[in-house]
């Protein structure tokens, strides 16, 4: 089945960037998510990518994929401590409709 | 606003009770999910409904079971709560033709459950 892996801890100085990895094993995943989780709270979708992507941007994120690899990273320009939180990647396989989440990163933003 | 509540956000209760947590949303999604998450674990699929006649096993489903009351509606119980069964529960929702199929989920704030 599809494994899904990510580091579990982050730590960055507040302005620097950030950049959280994720691996996973199944080469037909469709759609690839970031989640993001802030304390007491639920999963909140922070972007997607689409597998025939290799770069998305938004704002301060920046998603790469490297399908070769199996790489997905997100990287956070200007990293704020509103964005200490869990960030969780997902993957999609293609002709299944679940999503399978890593373990999920702490990112944790110190001044 | 259109939302995903969820209902205890706080449980604790003794091994051996049947426990019921319920998911209410207000957006029209046709499919729902549970979730369990565990300090590094991530999120596991216990359940989920493409609709309301359809109920299919997650990864995890072994001591769960679910009712999709309605669209609106999907309820998961614990039929004999035991220590293990100790995490937060997340209900889940998304709509694939509506998100241009990227079948985004929207998630509720969750439930901690502790079974003693």
């Known amino acids: 089945g599809e494994d899904v892996e990510q580091s579990l801890f982050l730590s960055v100085r507040e302005g620097d960037s950030s950049v959280i990895n994720c691996t996973y094993t199944?080469?037909?995943?469709?759609?690839l998510y970031w989640y993001k989780q802030e304390p007491g709270a639920g999963l909140q979708l922070l972007t997607y990518i689409f597998s025939n992507m290799d770069m998305k941007q938004d704002q301060r994120l920046t998603v790469l994929l490297n399908k070769k690899d199996k790489h997905l990273s997100l990287r956070i320009a200007d990293t704020q401590t509103g964005d200490s939180a869990i960030y969780f990647c997902a993957v999609k396989r293609g002709g299944y409709n679940k999503l399978i989440f890593g373990a999920g990163t702490r990112l944790a933003v110190h001044p | 606003d259109a939302d995903v509540t969820q209902t205890p956000r706080n449980r604790i209760t003794k091994t051996g009770k049947r426990i019921m947590l319920e998911c209410s949303q207000t957006?029209?999604?046709?499919?729902m999910y549970w979730y369990r998450q565990d300090p590094g674990l991530g999120l596991r699929l216990i359940y989920y409904?493409?609709?309301?006649?359809?109920?299919n096993k997650g990864e995890i489903s072994d001591g769960y079971s679910v009712s999709r009351q309605a669209q609106a509606k999907f309820s998961l119980s614990l039929e004999s709560a035991i220590p293990n069964q100790t995490a937060l529960y997340f209900c889940?929702?998304?709509?694939?033709?509506?998100?241009?199929?990227?079948?985004?989920?929207?998630f509720g704030p969750g439930t901690r459950l502790t079974v003693l």
């Open positions: 889940a929702t998304s709509d694939l033709r509506g998100s241009g199929r990227t079948d985004e989920q929207f």
């Open positions: 199944d080469s037909s995943s469709t759609y």
């Open positions: 957006k029209g999604h046709d499919r």
């Open positions: 409904s493409f609709d309301v006649k359809d109920i």
